[in-house]
């Protein structure tokens, strides 16, 4: 059974795309998440235009104890366009068998790991062969390359297509106050029948709720999350993480900050219990009216 710590660390922005950490920043951070008991950490092969894996394989080739500490979640399938991809002449999306095999052949490269946690199709493919998914994925679990399997972005119908060929363990979706979709759209509800832990993305809204805003909505949860954070005494982005974290779902949010004071404090909003109607009155806020 797939395990994740309470929340997930993302890279996405650690690199080129963000923070642009120094190896030596880099390592320490990694350092100070695993002193928190935080071990997964959630990286993509596309992060940093294909170099983000690499980065991070640089504190791993110098701090060989890490390897054996860290949990590594990976994903392809999209193909971005950027210098480092000449051959590249539009963004697409491709969950072939031979272009799953070379990407986790080049993210194990990069990592300098020769086996990592779970493998995420990282966006749905309209010509994806579920047969050959499924033989590619038998060949990388035989191989001892990749421990589990999932998707990102998927619909409730291409997960259940998929999982019918190949187990999967997990679909990884946007999900905050400001993005819904999950909540309604039976992701969350399959994931309970199924007995899997979804992850979700952008669990602040891309940081949008901690910026001022003419966007209404934006307004009516930052006023509702500021309310409970001082009942709390915490912050407010405690108290976003909290809502997520109330759903039976058991949703293990990606947190993708550079800064550890952030993730430590992502992390004590596990302690926050909110109530339900507490619960309520946010997605109320969210949705402008009364909850139908």
Known sequence: MLEFSPI????MR????????DTQSLERFIDECVDMGLVDFD????????????????????????????RITTKCGIKLVTENRPSHALKSYDLSKAHILASVDQSLKDLGVEQVELLLLHRPD???NPHEVAEAFEQIRSAGKIKHFGVSNYSTSQFDLLNSFTPLVTNQVE?????????????????????????????????KIFQESDDEQVQRVQETAKALAEKYNAGVDQILLAWIFKHPANIVPVVGSSKTSRIKSALEAKNIQLTHQEWYMLLESSIGNEVP
């Open 8 to 11: 997930i660390v993302g890279t």
């Open 14 to 21: 650690l690199g080129s795309w963000g923070a642009n950490m």
């Open 43 to 70: 990286h993509a092969d596309i992060y940093g235009h294909y170099t983000e894996e690499a980065r991070f394989g640089e504190v791993l080739r110098r701090r060989k104890d890490l390897v054996n500490k860290l």
């Open 126 to 128: 309209s010509l994806m």
């Open 175 to 207: 999900l905050s106050l400001l993005q819904l979709d999950a909540l309604y759209d039976g992701t969350l509800d399959q994931s309970l029948r199924l007995g899997l832990k979804p992850t979700v993305w952008s669990p602040f809204g891309g940081g």
